[in-house]
């Protein structure tokens, strides 16, 4: 696949923001040598680097610990969660308001994806809770670093995210089934035909970067956002520079200015390189510096 082309922007950019899974992470969940150099450049020419992922903060930590601690800040659940994911001493803090799924709209979808025999998943801070033992979550967990709970949801805390699986012998319907009977109660967004993510109501990505821009005092017409997935559309959509992955929904493609190469190919390195070579990395205001 070869790079294209949409259209420049006026403006270059001081913050840049990544979406992880299937972006920064090739499909072995590494961490491309050229992406992390990349990285690395865009920090050293006194820009900021964000990651935004719909990853609980203990599951960022260990991607964070490797591209050091410039990129400890991270938008965590979506936007729902915004704060220093804690490499230092293993203690994640929210800089900003928390945003959750009500009690009783989380308590909804459980009973509608329970109903269906579909897996789900209770997200609060730095641990998921399950009502029972599952293969998705097993694996899931052991590639995030995550230890998973067992309880019973009716006393949990309300959540930053529910994620509800299906499985192989189900069909795509019972998920989009299941989101109809929760339409206006909360937020969904399909990351593949299996999984779908309950977000707060309004939350996104997109909001979760503005939160952090505004803190900063920056505009999101100064940010570039690389993503491939149906939550990062909006991010691509509001910021100045939106690029999409050569492995994105088409969705996010056409909504990009840039299509870079895909995550195994070191596409958010090429798109950086693309970025200096246009001369559209500058420093953050000094104003605006944490």
Same mark, same amino acid.
């Given at each position: 696949?070869?790079?294209?082309?949409?259209?420049?922007?006026?403006?270059?950019?001081?913050?840049?923001?990544?979406?992880?899974?299937?972006?920064?992470?090739?499909?072995?969940?590494?961490?491309?040598?050229?992406?992390r150099?990349g990285?690395?450049r865009?920090?050293?020419?006194?820009?900021?680097?964000?990651?935004?992922?719909?990853?609980?903060?203990?599951?960022?930590?260990?991607?964070?610990?490797?591209?050091?601690?410039?990129?400890?800040?991270?938008?965590?659940?979506?936007?729902?969660?915004?704060?220093?994911?804690?490499?230092?001493?293993?203690?994640?803090?929210?800089?900003?308001?928390?945003?959750?799924?009500?009690?009783d709209?989380?308590?909804?979808?459980?009973?509608?994806? /329970?109903?269906?025999?579909?897996?789900?998943?209770?997200?609060?801070?730095?641990?998921?809770?399950?009502?029972?033992p599952?293969?998705?979550?097993?694996?899931?967990?052991?590639?995030?670093?995550?230890?998973?709970?067992?309880?019973?949801?009716?006393?949990?805390?309300?959540?930053?995210?529910?994620?509800?699986?299906?499985?192989?012998? /189900?069909?795509?319907?019972?998920?989009?089934?299941?989101?109809?009977?929760?339409?206006?109660?909360?937020?969904?967004?399909?990351?593949?035909?299996?999984?779908?993510?309950?977000?707060?109501?309004?939350?996104?990505?997109?909001?979760?970067?503005?939160?952090?821009?505004?803190?900063?005092?920056?505009?999101?017409?100064?940010?570039a956002?690389?993503?491939?997935?149906?939550?990062?559309?909006?991010?691509?959509?509001?910021?100045?520079?939106?690029?999409?992955?050569?492995?994105?929904?088409?969705?996010?493609?056409?909504a990009?200015?840039?299509?870079?190469?895909?995550?195994?190919?070191?596409?958010?390195?090429?798109?950086?390189?693309?970025?200096?070579?246009?001369?559209?990395?500058?420093p953050?205001?000094?104003?605006?510096?944490?």
């Amino acid at each position: 696949m070869t790079e294209t082309s949409v259209v420049t922007p006026a403006s270059p950019v001081c913050v840049v923001a990544l979406d992880l899974d299937h972006t920064v992470l090739d499909s072995k969940r590494r961490v491309p040598d050229a992406v992390r150099a990349g990285i690395h450049r865009v920090r050293e020419a006194g820009a900021i680097v964000v990651l935004a992922s719909g990853r609980s903060p203990s599951a960022m930590r260990t991607v964070v610990r490797e591209l050091g601690p410039d990129t400890e800040f991270a938008i965590c659940y979506g936007g729902a969660w915004i704060g220093d994911v804690g490499i230092r001493d293993g203690d994640s803090r929210p800089r900003f308001e928390e945003h959750r799924v009500p009690v009783d709209v989380a308590r909804n979808a459980v009973a509608a994806a /329970q109903a269906r025999g579909l897996d789900i998943g209770w997200y609060v801070g730095e641990t998921v809770y399950l009502d029972g033992p599952s293969h998705f979550f097993t694996r899931e967990l052991a590639s995030t670093g995550e230890a998973a709970q067992y309880a019973d949801f009716a006393g949990l805390p309300a959540p930053h995210k529910l994620l509800a699986v299906r499985h192989r012998d /189900q069909d795509v319907a019972i998920l989009t089934d299941m989101i109809d009977e929760l339409r206006g109660q909360c937020d969904a967004t399909f990351i593949f035909d299996w999984l779908v993510e309950l977000w707060p109501p309004g939350v996104s990505k997109a909001t979760g970067l503005a939160e952090f821009c505004r803190a900063l005092g920056i505009g999101l017409d100064r940010v570039a956002a690389i993503g491939d997935s149906e939550n990062d559309l909006e991010m691509i959509r509001e910021v100045g520079l939106g690029i999409a992955m050569g492995n994105a929904i088409s969705a996010v493609k056409d909504a990009a200015r840039w299509t870079t190469l895909s995550h195994d190919e070191a596409g958010v390195a090429v798109a950086i390189d693309r970025m200096f070579s246009e001369g559209l990395v500058v420093p953050v205001p000094s104003m605006a510096r944490r």
